[in-house]
């Protein structure tokens, strides 16, 4: 499915979510991921690859345009306060191992990246045409968008509006996109290790001793 961003549910899947504050991306960056999409999708499609394959392909590289500018020259970056950062945190471990597994988080100071799994038994309760992800993301997004503004004593839109999400294929993508969320503030520059970075999986699952793809919970 497709309103600005394209959106993927598959039944069982896992999925790896990227959310932005709101600004977050300057105009600037927001024309020129934009200038890249369309490019990309004037490509024809090289032979031998499904379309499938070809969307999913133009995804990571606007995906990877957009987070280069998360990284590098964020306008906003309100997460950068530890009392906020951990309000999200706090928020991704509320309902783990009841609505979903946590695999996976970083809260960086412009934007979060998670991956979680839907519990089968909490999906099977649901009624209405609200995927899974989708509820999951938007309560999460509603409790801490309500919240960090309440911090920040302000009004408005705290994350935007549409988030960056894509289905995990097999566990060999799991792997190597833990790898990428985890070095998220590696890549930034913030830290040097990702276990040092307090807002991500990589410190909590050091600090209780679990490997890489256990589900996370308090």
């Given amino acids: 499915r497709r309103r600005r961003l394209p959106h993927w549910d598959v039944p069982g ?3 790896f979510v990227t959310t932005c504050l709101d600004g ?3 105009a600037q960056g927001l024309l020129d991921i934009d200038g890249y999409r369309k490019e990309l999708e004037k490509q024809p499609r090289p032979t031998g690859v499904s379309a499938e394959e070809a969307a999913r392909q133009r995804w990571k590289l606007t995906f990877a345009r957009a987070d280069r500018w998360l990284d590098e020259a964020p306008a906003v970056r309100w997460l950068q306060a530890p009392e906020l950062a951990g309000i999200v945190v706090e928020a991704l471990f509320f309902f783990a191992g009841q609505r979903y597994d946590l695999l ?9 990246h998670w991956v979680f799994r ?5 999906v099977e309760t649901l009624e209405g045409t609200a995927t899974p ?3 999951i993301c938007k309560s999460c997004n509603q409790f801490t968008g309500v919240e960090c503004n309440r911090k920040l004593g302000r009004h408005g839109t705290f994350w935007q509006h549409e988030s960056y999400d894509h289905w995990i294929r097999d566990a ?11 070095g998220n503030p590696v890549k930034a ?3 040097t290790s990702p276990e040092d970075w307090l807002f991500s ?4 699952r050091k600090k209780v001793g679990l490997e890489p793809g256990e589900p996370l919970r308090r």
């Avoid at 999986?201 to 909590?204: L, T």
């Fill in 13 to 15: 899947a896992a999925y």
């Fill in 24 to 26: 977050s991306i300057p």
């Fill in 104 to 112: 996976g988080f970083v809260v960086m100071p412009s934007h979060l």
């Fill in 118 to 122: 839907p519990r089968e038994e909490w």
């Fill in 133 to 135: 992800r989708e509820r």
């Fill in 172 to 182: 060999e993508e799991l792997g190597r996109i833990l790898l990428y969320v985890e």
């Fill in 189 to 191: 520059g913030l830290v």
């Fill in 201 to 204: 999986s990589a410190w909590y």
